[in-house]
Nanobody, 117 residues
């Protein structure tokens, strides 16, 4: 059974930092592309960051480039999203995504991030 369990969301002031975690099970993590997406209130889900298979290559949305960092540990089946200099526009539910080599997508349940003074 595939599981993606996110944690680390919460309330933070503008300019603050948070680190999201996603621990996976039930599929070969090291060969999966791992990504973070988010959905702001009233908006469609949007891409945030990805770590390609093996973790040697990463990609970011322009809106978070230079502020967010995605990283992974294949030995722990875990991917993280470190978010710095958070803005109110970063407020959203953040979702962990896994895309396997068979092009199957799995999603976590989401974790709420709220940036507010």
């Amino acid at each position: 059974q595939v599981q993606l369990v996110e944690s680390g969301g919460g309330l933070v002031q503008p300019g603050g930092s948070l680190r999201l975690s996603c621990t996976a099970s039930g599929f070969p993590f090291s060969t999966a592309a791992m990504s973070w997406y988010r959905r702001a209130p009233g908006q469609v889900r949007e891409f945030v960051a990805s770590s390609f298979r093996g973790g040697s290559k990463t990609n970011y949305a322009d809106s978070v480039k230079g502020r967010f960092t995605i990283s992974r540990d294949n030995a722990k089946d875990t991917v993280w999203l470190k978010m710095n200099r958070l803005k109110p526009d970063d407020t959203a539910v953040y979702y962990c995504n896994a895309k396997t080599q068979d092009d199957v997508d799995y999603w976590g349940q989401g974790t709420q991030v709220t940036v507010s003074a």
